[in-house]
């Protein structure tokens, strides 16, 4: 048995229907067309209790002489069904429209929501759950909305309206009819609220199976190296047998409720046919009356059937946007200032770190940068070398505002970072990050990523300078060949260097190259290291690097550790001082028994 995944565990079960009430905010935009679903449900309701009267007069009337009034009332019975199939085909047109529309702007609303979440947000949640309520939990709303809420409106209508007409009906048959409430109204509260925990169970087993299968495929190149599938086979297997085991208890509450209701409505209504039935042999009440009290029985207990299948997807659905509540509630650590200050229409590129300390929200007890000083001048490249967990990435992080340090300030031209709006500075900086990312479309879209409004001649020229053009002209469709997801059909290196190209064409003030040619050949990584040193000038540079080649003529070089900056310097001064990196430049540079020397020298 797998275990139950944490979002179970995080998140409270839905209890109230009530909760349906924040689906309002997205209906709300379009009440005119909501306001004619509803007159269209109201007419149906109306004429589906209007056709009894008609029965009864056709059957009370049945023996006339006069062939001509007897004819007026078949008419005007076919009439009543002519328009009670106009307004439920109105009524299901209006209402579908209302659903798809709804649905489709809370998708985009979580969407929205959701992709400018910071990375914290997704340390703590699976990409596949948040994909899984996108869809999921949105077509259960969708059904609700498009269909089971209209319905339930409907018969709610006939219920009242027919209960009405059976009391000026028959007082006598409708009392009796109203004795058989009681035992409906118990099974469907006790089962119906079992009936929601289930539910919205069975949705969280089905996000956790969804999150898994997108972790495991989007890795399958890992996972098929290391022999793993089987192990993922059946990891994905037990968490939706798990979801299926959930869904058949969820199934048979339904069924439990739906046997229970319908077996007691309708014996009720066989009871009452049969106390009918005595009145009119004792000429108590004429057949018409009896048939037409029947059928607004049946008009009652079959909406109370319906309300009773309806409620259980009132209950799923509740879930449902729950969980789509909280998505678009999820507060963000990173928040924008409500009064932003402004950037000067040209930003410098002056960087400054002023004793920041932050840790990772999901290791808060390591520092990943401890007190970290830096002033870095406009125009000035500054690399950052130091062994793996040192805190390199990190300042690259916090410089994007992915995260917010601990303590400390950072600052931009002189104003603080979280002054700032995210995309106001952002637009001034060019990331290369360390694992590239390239987009299913094609090689040219994927460049023009950089900056939407570049022309073509634009991107080519940012692509021959990240020495991509090669390549990417000998691919099928030159400039237009699809890529892939995630670029399945370009190498390592390719990739680095469409995402070099992008961040060319980006032409920012700051350029971020964090790792930008570890994936690159000798060849590759001269002619891009010539590009990037081309387009540095003037601009303010952070390098991240392990191969201290690539960064010997930095005009200065950061040296971190531990999350702290040990040393800086040029190339030339740091050797000589000795320390980290004189012991890692010796690694890189020298012979092997150097080598040998300096991993011990590491080691201690």
């Given at each position: 048995?797998?275990?139950?995944?944490?979002?179970?565990e995080?998140r409270?079960?839905?209890?109230?229907?009530?909760?349906?009430?924040?689906?309002w905010?997205?209906?709300?935009?379009?009440?005119?067309?909501?306001?004619?679903?509803?007159a269209?449900l109201?007419?149906t309701?109306?004429?589906s209790?209007?056709l009894?009267?008609?029965?009864r007069?056709?059957?009370?009337?049945?023996?006339?002489s006069e062939a001509?009034?007897?004819?007026q009332?078949?008419?005007?019975?076919?009439?009543?069904?002519?328009?009670?199939?106009?307004?439920?085909?109105?009524?299901?047109?209006?209402v579908?429209?209302?659903?798809?529309?709804?649905?489709?702007?809370?998708?985009k609303?979580?969407?929205d929501?959701t992709?400018?979440?910071?990375?914290?947000f997704?340390?703590?949640?699976?990409?596949?759950e948040?994909?899984?309520?996108?869809?999921?939990?949105?077509?259960l709303?969708?059904?609700?909305?498009?269909?089971?809420?209209?319905?339930?409106?409907?018969?709610?209508?006939?219920?009242?309206?027919?209960?009405?007409?059976?009391?000026?009906?028959?007082?006598?048959?409708?009392?009796?009819v109203?004795?058989?409430?009681?035992a409906v109204?118990?099974?469907?509260?006790?089962l119906?609220?079992?009936?929601r925990?289930i539910?919205?169970?069975?949705q969280?087993?089905?996000?956790?199976?969804?999150?898994?299968?997108g972790e495991a495929?989007?890795?399958?190149?890992?996972?098929q190296?290391?022999?793993?599938?089987?192990?993922?086979?059946?990891?994905?297997?037990?968490?939706?047998?798990?979801?299926?085991?959930?869904?058949?208890?969820?199934?048979r509450?339904?069924?439990?409720?739906?046997v229970?209701?319908?077996?007691?409505v309708?014996?009720?209504?066989?009871?009452v046919?049969?106390?009918?039935a005595n009145?009119?042999?004792?000429?108590?009440?004429?057949?018409?009356?009896?048939?037409?009290?029947?059928?607004y029985?049946?008009?009652?207990?079959?909406?109370?059937?319906?309300?009773?299948?309806?409620w259980?997807?009132?209950?799923?659905?509740?879930g449902?946007?729950?969980?789509l509540i909280?998505?678009?509630?999820?507060?963000?650590?990173?928040?924008?200032?409500?009064?932003?200050?402004m950037?000067?229409?040209?930003v410098?590129?002056q960087?400054?770190?002023r004793?920041?300390?932050?840790?990772?929200?999901?290791?808060l007890?390591?520092?990943?940068?401890?007190?970290?000083?830096?002033?870095i001048?406009?125009?000035?490249?500054?690399?950052?070398?130091?062994?793996?967990?040192?805190?390199?990435?990190?300042?690259?992080q916090?410089?994007?505002?992915?995260?917010?340090?601990?303590?400390?300030?950072?600052?931009?031209?002189?104003?603080?970072?979280?002054?700032?709006?995210?995309?106001?500075?952002?637009?001034?900086m060019?990331?290369?990050?360390?694992?590239?990312?390239?987009?299913a479309?094609?090689?040219r879209?994927?460049?023009?990523?950089?900056?939407?409004?570049?022309t073509?001649?634009?991107?080519?020229?940012?692509?021959?300078?990240?020495a991509a053009?090669d390549?990417?002209?000998?691919?099928?469709d030159?400039?237009?060949?699809?890529?892939?997801?995630?670029g399945?059909?370009?190498?390592?290196?390719?990739?680095?260097?469409?995402?070099?190209?992008?961040?060319?064409?980006?032409?920012a003030?700051?350029?971020?190259?964090?790792?930008?040619?570890?994936?690159?050949?000798?060849?590759?990584?001269?002619?891009?290291q010539?590009?990037?040193?081309?387009?540095?000038?003037g601009?303010?540079?952070?390098?991240?690097?392990?191969?201290?080649?690539?960064?010997?003529?930095?005009?200065?070089?950061?040296?971190?550790e531990?999350?702290?900056i040990?040393a800086?310097?040029?190339?030339?001064?740091?050797v000589?001082q000795?320390?980290?990196?004189?012991?890692?430049a010796?690694?890189?540079?020298?012979?092997?028994?150097?080598?040998?020397?300096?991993?011990?020298?590491?080691?201690?």
């Amino acid at each position: 048995m797998a275990k139950a995944p944490q979002s179970q565990e995080d998140r409270a079960t839905s209890r109230k229907i009530g909760v349906l009430q924040a689906l309002w905010p997205f209906i709300y935009p379009y009440r005119l067309l909501m306001t004619a679903a509803l007159a269209a449900l109201v007419l149906t309701a109306a004429v589906s209790l209007t056709l009894p009267l008609a029965v009864r007069r056709v059957v009370d009337n049945f023996r006339l002489s006069e062939a001509a009034l007897l004819n007026q009332y078949f008419m005007a019975a076919l009439a009543i069904a002519a328009l009670l199939a106009i307004g439920t085909g109105l009524r299901y047109a209006l209402v579908t429209r209302l659903g798809e529309r709804v649905v489709s702007d809370i998708r985009k609303a979580v969407f929205d929501r959701t992709i400018a979440m910071s990375p914290a947000f997704f340390e703590q949640i699976m990409t596949g759950e948040v994909l899984s309520r996108i869809t999921t939990d949105t077509t259960l709303i969708q059904s609700v909305l498009g269909s089971s809420a209209s319905i339930a409106l409907r018969n709610m209508l006939i219920f009242m309206g027919g209960l009405v007409l059976m009391l000026l009906t028959s007082a006598k048959l409708t009392v009796l009819v109203l004795l058989i409430v009681p035992a409906v109204v118990v099974p469907i509260l006790f089962l119906g609220r079992k009936l929601r925990s289930i539910s919205r169970e069975n949705q969280d087993w089905i996000a956790a199976s969804s999150g898994n299968a997108g972790e495991a495929l989007s890795a399958v190149q890992t996972v098929q190296a290391f022999t793993h599938e089987k192990a993922s086979r059946d990891q994905f297997a037990d968490l939706t047998e798990t979801a299926y085991m959930v869904s058949q208890r969820r199934i048979r509450t339904r069924a439990y409720l739906t046997v229970i209701v319908i077996f007691l409505v309708f014996s009720g209504v066989v009871g009452v046919l049969w106390i009918g039935a005595n009145d009119v042999r004792a000429g108590r009440m004429s057949e018409g009356v009896l048939i037409q009290f029947v059928i607004y029985a049946i008009l009652v207990a079959g909406s109370v059937a319906a309300l009773s299948e309806i409620w259980s997807e009132l209950q799923r659905a509740a879930g449902a946007t729950e969980r789509l509540i909280e998505l678009l509630e999820t507060e963000d650590s990173v928040k924008d200032p409500v009064a932003p200050q402004m950037l000067p229409n040209t930003v410098k590129g002056q960087i400054e770190f002023r004793d920041v300390t932050f840790s990772y929200p999901t290791r808060l007890n390591a520092k990943a940068l401890d007190a970290v000083s830096l002033d870095i001048k406009p125009g000035e490249t500054i690399a950052f070398v130091g062994p793996s967990g040192a805190g390199k990435t990190t300042i690259i992080q916090l410089l994007q505002r992915c995260y917010d340090p601990n303590a400390g300030q950072i600052l931009l031209d002189g104003l603080p970072l979280d002054q700032l709006q995210r995309s106001a500075f952002r637009q001034h900086m060019a990331l290369v990050p360390q694992n590239p990312v390239i987009f299913a479309a094609s090689a040219r879209e994927n460049i023009r990523f950089g900056r939407p409004d570049a022309t073509n001649d634009e991107i080519e020229a940012a692509a021959r300078a990240a020495a991509a053009h090669d390549f990417v002209t000998a691919l099928p469709d030159g400039y237009d060949s699809f890529l892939g997801e995630r670029g399945v059909m370009l190498s390592g290196g390719q990739k680095q260097r469409i995402a070099i190209a992008r961040a060319i064409l980006r032409n920012a003030p700051v350029l971020l190259l964090d790792e930008a040619t570890s994936a690159l050949d000798a060849e590759s990584e001269r002619l891009v290291q010539a590009a990037v040193d081309e387009l540095s000038q003037g601009r303010t540079t952070l390098v991240v690097a392990h191969r201290l080649a690539t960064v010997k003529k930095a005009d200065r070089i950061v040296v971190m550790e531990d999350g702290a900056i040990v040393a800086t310097g040029t190339h030339d001064e740091l050797v000589a001082q000795g320390g980290l990196y004189a012991r890692l430049a010796r690694l890189q540079f020298t012979d092997g028994s150097d080598v040998r020397q300096s991993l011990q020298e590491l080691a201690q």
